[in-house]
């Protein structure tokens, strides 16, 4: 008469490092044992604070699947098996740090991300825009910033530091581009007439300029003065025929 006999089953035994549990299970079913050659699954759970690690093993014959995935499996050897689960600290979630971008009366600046979008928060080492448009009569001058860690790049980006940011755009007078108004001699007989600046000889200068004018009489002609109707020139001798205007208005000169 034939008797039949189960295949004998060995122990697996699970040893956590106190931050956390393990388990092993077959077909869904927690368990404690195992046929040689079965897959048993196994998983593990992190208390809070930390995350898994690894699986580890000294048991000859057990090879994890993925021994770094919190849930992962092997094959049962022929034998009983010792698993040890290991978990770390889990490490600090990304924060978010606040951006805070002052400009003054003299214009707007904002900080963004890179596809323009405005922001106030972000990541340490995530790289913002800044962008700044000054008011009539104004023009930025440069970006500051008294927070630790914040570099400027070409002056319109900052590259954030793990803590909160302060930026400051400051912004100056626009510069007036400078006008020069024209010298214009009125056609005499007797002479010839001309305006110098730096002892360069000139048809305009800024206003506030200090203008030579020469006159050099022809033959049988002597100089006689200066004269202008023109509001604001001042000669300092208008006798001598070079002498200087003392100053040229914001009006065509005569």
């Not at 094959?75 to 740090?97: L, Q």
């Not at 755009?169 to 626009?174: L, R, V």
């Not at 002498?243 to 208005?249: C, G, I, P």
Request: charged share 20%; aromatic share 8%.
């Amino acid at each position: 008469m034939a008797r039949a006999f189960s295949p004998p089953v060995f122990s697996i035994t699970i040893t956590g490092d106190g931050n956390g549990s393990a388990a092993a299970s077959l077909d869904g079913k927690e368990i404690e044992e195992a046929e040689a050659g079965e897959t048993v699954t196994l998983t593990a759970e992190p208390s809070e604070g930390y995350e898994f690690s690894r699986w580890t093993s000294a048991t000859i014959g057990v090879s994890f699947k993925d021994a770094q995935a919190s849930t992962t499996t092997f094959t049962m050897p022929k034998g009983d098996v010792a698993i040890g689960a290991e978990f770390k600290s889990e490490e600090n979630p990304t924060e978010n740090y606040t951006i805070i971008v002052t400009s003054g009366s003299k214009g707007t600046a904002v900080a963004t991300d890179l596809d323009g979008n405005e922001i106030e928060e972000a990541k340490a080492g995530d790289t913002v825009a800044l962008s700044a448009n000054a008011y009539n009569g104004y023009e930025f001058s440069k970006w500051t910033s008294p927070s630790a860690g914040v570099s400027f790049g070409d002056a319109t980006k900052a590259s954030t530091t793990a803590g909160n940011v302060n930026i400051t755009a400051e912004f100056k007078t626009a510069e007036q581009p400078v006008k020069k108004y024209s010298i214009t001699f009125a056609a005499v007989t007797g002479g010839s007439a001309k305006a110098l600046v730096g002892g360069r000889e000139v048809e305009e200068a800024e206003a506030g300029s200090t203008v030579t004018v020469t006159a050099a009489a022809d033959a049988d002609y002597e100089f006689v003065s200066w004269t202008s109707g023109t509001n604001g020139v001042i000669f300092r001798d208008a006798q001598l025929a070079t002498t200087t205007r003392m100053s040229v208005s914001p009006l065509n000169s005569k």
